[in-house]
Nanobody, 128 residues
Framework: QVKLVESGGGLVQAGGSLRLSCAAS????????MGWFRQAPGKEREFVAA????????VYADSVKGRFTISRDNAKNTLYLQMNSLKPEDTAVYYC?????????????????????WGQGTQVTVSS
């Protein structure tokens, strides 16, 4: 079992930055593929970014590419999402997720069903 706890959300003006963290505990974190998803009110949960176990293979949604960066520190069992140039449309609850399977596919990593563990989410609100 893996427990995931997100933090770092908040209210920020358009153009600003936030860094989300996801602290993992439980079984080995370093071998898991990890991802970030988000869900805005009235919308489905959507993929944001994902990383393989080492962090040297990453994939991003087109809507955040060039603005967001996913990274991980396996020594600290923590996944990060650096969000720059935030837009009002980035407003959502952000969730981190972990895959029990250590293999990483840039295709399947985009889908919520590829992940086995989820955090409770952290709210990000971007004002215009």
């Amino acid at each position: 079992q893996v427990k995931l706890v997100e933090s770092g959300g908040g209210l920020v003006q358009a153009g600003g930055s936030l860094r989300l963290s996801c602290a993992a505990s439980g079984r080995t974190f370093s071998t898991n593929a990890m991802g970030w998803f988000r869900q805005a009110p009235g919308k489905e949960r959507e993929f944001v970014a994902a990383s393989n176990w080492s962090g040297d293979s990453t994939v991003y949604a087109d809507s955040v590419k060039g603005r967001f960066t996913i990274s991980r520190d396996n020594a600290k069992n923590t996944l990060y999402l650096q969000m720059n140039s935030l837009k009002p449309e980035d407003t959502a609850v952000y969730y981190c997720a972990a895959d029990r399977d250590p293999t990483f596919s840039e295709t399947s990593a985009r889908y919520y069903w590829a992940y086995d563990y989820w955090g409770q989410g952290t709210q990000v609100t971007v004002s215009s």
